[in-house]
Nanobody, 124 residues
Framework: VQLQASGGGLVQAGHSLRLSCAAS????????MGWFRQTAGKESDFVAA????????FYADSVKGRFTISFDSAKNTVYLQMNNLNPEDTAVYYC??????????????????WGQGTQVTVSS
């Protein structure tokens, strides 16, 4: 499975960005895609995830109400709409795919495949 992330950039606080992650290859052994983010010198943090079939979504408390994850099955692409961004959202964002059980949804260990990161920078 190959994951291609895009959509990062530099925005001012309060503005929006939409990240995309297109999946290709043998995706049959995955049922969930997620986004994680990482800042320099820190462990990556869970941001959001979506189960492909049920469309059930999961969010980190820090982004709930501001970010929306969605999945376009026709394009095998997951989107992360990020609204009302603030400087604390600055990070490299990574998409991932896997078949995590519920307890693994927010853990890196639940995902097999990872895309390259896309930088999001929010200025104050």
């Amino acid at each position: 499975v190959q994951l291609q992330a895009s959509g990062g950039g530099l925005v001012q606080a309060g503005h929006s960005l939409r990240l995309s992650c297109a999946a290709s290859g043998r995706t049959f052994n995955s049922n969930c895609m997620g986004w994680f983010r990482q800042t320099a010198g820190k462990e990556s943090d869970f941001v959001a995830a979506i189960r492909w079939r049920s469309r059930h979504t999961f969010y980190a408390d820090s982004v709930k109400g501001r970010f929306t994850i969605s999945f376009d099955s026709a394009k095998n692409t997951v989107y992360l709409q990020m609204n009302n961004l603030n400087p604390e959202d600055t990070a490299v964002y990574y998409c991932a795919a896997g078949s995590p059980i519920l307890s693994q949804i927010r853990e890196r260990s639940g995902y097999y495949y990872w895309g390259q990161g896309t930088q999001v920078t929010v200025s104050s």
